[in-house]
């Protein structure tokens, strides 16, 4: 059995170190495990190949690929993989949810924090050299805290799982939307379906996105969901950039409509220097670097090396995305 690696992203170029290739292949005997450097290997590679490890299938190359039969995403995010081709056949789809089950909850709160606080108006103060405690203290919302505060997470994959948990931990009174709205969440005093979007959205001091793109959560952030939202609450989103209506946001922050926002996902990456974005005092901006962790390549590794003795032994897979949906059943938002 041939497995292709193929880990390159525009910002990222991995490749699966030999040490990692040879214990794979001592592990699984019959095993072949190539580790693809460069795009044009590509197509050679996979001609014969039953498994490929990736960040996404090229399109291009999947009709061609008549072996194969189980793609594994090392991200989360599967989307660039659903094209019709690959949804309409029998090949199986994998993610590495779970992958940012500590990074994204801690980037999230450190945002919550960073808007609480004031720090983006601090940092501000700061490059200007100058001296100014009630800039801090009035610019916007007053400073606020977490503990006591209600937070509404939108997605209860593994990271808003997680983030429920640690939110909790804060003091902070936690609901959560998810598909399934029978299903209970550590840490969360309620769960919704998504039909009580907008009555969780009046509820909530912050409101974190994250979901998994889908056609039923594109736009789901959009001016009637910021209407519903307090004029004190604030949104994050760590999910993808098309969960936003950037025009209904740009105007919301403009407006006062709500307090502020943190935003790590958009619609088009990089971000234009002509955004709007990058003007708005009350908007945080990181880009995209929620999911990155000195630990990223290991904790995929482990993901797929998991997987892998799973398909061998014919075992069912972890994190088998539902192509129809969009996402990983278990990861059922």
């Given at each position: 059995?041939?497995?292709v690696?193929f880990f390159?992203?525009?910002e ?5 170190p ?11 005997p019959g ?14 590679a ?17 009709a ?7 793609v ?9 993989n659903?094209?019709?081709?690959l ?8 993610n590495?949810?779970?992958l940012?089950?500590?990074s994204?909850?801690?980037h999230?709160l ?6 609480a606080?004031?720090?983006h ?5 700061q ?5 100014n ?15 006591g505060s ?9 990271i808003?799982s ?5 939110a909790a931990?804060l ?9 399934d709205a ?5 840490g969360?005093?309620?769960v ?5 979007l907008h009555?969780?959205?009046?509820w909530?001091?912050?409101?974190v996105?994250a979901?998994p793109?889908t056609?039923?959560?594109?736009g ?15 949104l ?13 946001l740009?105007?919301?922050l403009?407006?006062g409509?709500i307090?502020?926002a ?8 990089p971000?234009p220097?002509?955004h ?10 990181t880009p995209h ?17 998991d997987n892998l003795?799973?398909?061998v032994n014919?075992?069912p897979?972890r994190?088998?995305?539902?192509k129809h949906l969009?996402?990983?059943?278990q990861?059922d938002?």
């Open positions: 059995m041939k497995v690696t390159h992203m525009k990222v170029r991995w490749g699966l030999d040490s990692d290739r040879a214990r794979l292949e001592t592990r699984f095993v072949h495990v190539v580790s693809v450097d460069e795009a044009a290997e590509l197509p050679a996979l001609a014969d190949a039953e498994v490929f490890a990736c960040f996404h299938l090229p399109r291009e190359h999947f061609a690929a008549k072996r194969l039969r189980w594994h995403s090392a991200s989360a995010g599967i989307e660039a659903l094209f019709p081709e949804v309409a056949s029998d090949v199986i789809l994998t590495s949810a779970g940012h089950a500590v994204i909850p801690e999230v450190g945002q919550m924090l960073v808007l606080r004031n720090f108006e601090a940092l501000r103060l490059a200007r050299g100058e001296w405690r009630f800039g801090v203290i009035s610019f916007g919302a007053t400073i606020t805290e977490l503990q209600t937070l509404a997470i939108l997605g209860a994959g593994a808003g997680n983030l429920a948990r640690r931990a003091g902070m009174h936690v609901r959560v939307m998810r598909r029978s299903r209970s969440i550590d969360a005093e309620a919704v379906a998504p039909s009580a009555e969780l959205l009046a909530a001091d912050w409101v996105c979901l793109l056609s039923e959560t594109r789901i952030i959009d001016a009637a969901a910021l209407r519903a939202m307090r004029s004190s609450a604030f994050i989103n760590i999910g993808r950039g098309e969960h936003v209506d950037d025009a209904a740009v105007q919301a403009r407006n409509a307090a502020g943190a935003l790590d996902a958009f619609r088009a990456e971000l220097a002509d709007p974005f990058w003007s708005l005092p009350n908007l945080v901006l670097i929620s999911g990155y962790t000195p630990r990223y390549f290991e904790k995929m590794l482990a993901i797929f090396e003795d799973r398909y014919g075992r897979l994190n088998v995305v539902d969009g996402y990983a059943r990861e938002q």
